[in-house]
């Protein structure tokens, strides 16, 4: 989306980010929560903190590249740069885009407790935050850890004794299927929300945060397609491999 900038002057901030919810997050970036600043124009936040307007676009434009890959690309990458794409994510996820939804959550003020779901939403989003951060941890410190591991002892299982033992000892098969059968971890968050529908939502801040919170539940999903159908479909094949291979050299022995 190409943005106009030449009228950008004297808007207010509320109506920027009525028109683009994703403006709340660039001002964010330059430390001012625009929940603060409805009735200011955009020139004058910008003279009060400093800031070239161009930036404050130009970070705004920046959020419309995507440096995602598509799934097609990754089906046919090595099972490193697959498990090294989700990583990344990962820590997008932790890192940039949790932390903003979950201040712009805990900032919702008072007034907003017209919504039934206001103390239900404050009380559930640092829940889903623990779980969702466990669930990472966990692949990344085991799931992600024991394929590398299969990875690298393809075709060279003269190492293989250790390998032998942590096969015996996890499960990728139970693994694969606990994770493509289990509920997105949004779901809670999703039945609150009604789907992230806007069709009542007045107050803007919580519009921001609907959106945000819908747009996370997509990349989430596409996230989570491709550990189920091609990371693990993938780590399940090298471990049949990295099985025989050890299978044939016990024999050979
Ligand atoms: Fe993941
Ligand atoms: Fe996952």
């Known amino acids: 989306m190409f943005l106009e900038t030449r009228n950008l002057d004297e808007k207010k901030v509320f109506d920027l980010v009525s028109d683009d919810f994703r403006y709340a997050k660039a001002l964010d970036s330059f430390g001012i929560d625009f929940f603060d600043h409805y009735?200011?124009?955009?020139?004058?936040i910008c003279s009060q903190n400093n800031l070239d307007k161009e930036l404050l676009v130009g970070y705004r434009v920046s959020m419309d590249e995507s440096f995602d890959l598509d799934l097609?690309?990754?089906k046919s990458s090595p099972i490193n740069l697959v498990i090294e794409y989700l990583k990344h994510n990962h820590s997008y996820f932790i890192k940039n885009k949790l932390p903003y939804i979950k201040?712009?959550?805990?900032?919702l003020s008072v007034e907003d407790k017209?919504?039934?779901f206001f103390n239900d939403l404050k009380f559930i989003f640092p829940l889903f935050y623990e779980d969702f951060v466990d669930h990472i941890l966990e692949e990344e410190k085991y799931i992600f850890t024991y394929i590398q591991n299969l990875y690298h002892?393809?075709?060279?299982?003269?190492?293989h004794a250790k390998m032998f033992f942590q096969m015996k000892n996890i499960s990728l098969k139970d693994i694969a299927e606990e994770h493509l059968n289990e509920d997105s971890e949004m779901a809670g968050i999703r039945g609150l929300t009604k789907n992230y529908s806007l069709k009542y939502i007045n107050n803007l801040h919580l519009?921001?945060?609907?959106q945000e919170l819908k747009e996370f539940d997509n990349e989430l999903e596409v996230h989570s397609n491709i550990e189920n159908h091609i990371l693990f479909p993938r780590a399940l094949d090298l471990q049949d491999k990295v099985s025989d291979e050890i299978r044939n050299l016990s024999f050979l022995n």
């Open 103 to 107: 201040n712009l959550i805990s900032s």
């Open 153 to 159: 002892l393809e075709g060279n299982v003269k190492n």
């Open 72 to 74: 097609e690309t990754l």
């Open 114 to 116: 017209k919504y039934e």
């Open 39 to 44: 009735n200011s124009t955009i020139k004058d």
């Open 207 to 210: 519009k921001v945060i609907f």
